[in-house]
């Protein structure tokens, strides 16, 4: 039985870990998230994935090690959450349009044998062309927005919609592989 688990129900993570040849379990964290302000912070998006990796800790026995995340997209040091309808989805896009944004990763690993805990953040930089609102409207009409921070996943953009990205592709679409081997290095978790 794997020792690495996964708390996280996003299967862009599942993917991502999968195909880095990891070999885990996914227990989702229950954790509610809830943010006092939508001001971005590193502060923040580390002490939500903290926050998602200790709850799961708490439902599992020793000897594991518990990957907790989240991810964040920011604009103007805004974070710009999930959209609540397609109307909001269709506000953060034409706020992306035409900028530069940057996508957070934060990943907290505990090891419960050890209680010991190593966190890491990414950053990348994704910069839309300038969107007309039926790309727009195609993008929500064919894609799911709303279950996607910043309402988009790259990895399921059209074309005509990236105009370029700066550091981890897989950070953007949820979770960096190499940021999650050295969160386990620092725990000192041998597969």
Known sequence: MPKLILASNSPRRRQIMTEAGFEFEVIPSNYEEKRETDSFSYEIIEDLATQKALDVVRRVDNDKVVIGADTVV??????????????????MLKSLSGRTHFVVTSICGINTKTNRAALLSTTSYVRFKELSDEQIHYYIDNFNPLDKAGSY??????????????????????LDSEAVKSVIQQLEYHP
């Open 153 to 174: 996943g790259i990895q399921e953009l059209p074309p005509d919609f990236l105009d370029k990205y700066e550091g981890s592709f897989e950070n953007i679409v949820g």
């Open 74 to 91: 920011v604009l103007d040091n805004k974070i710009l959450g999930k959209p609540k309808d397609k109307q909001g989805a269709f506000d």
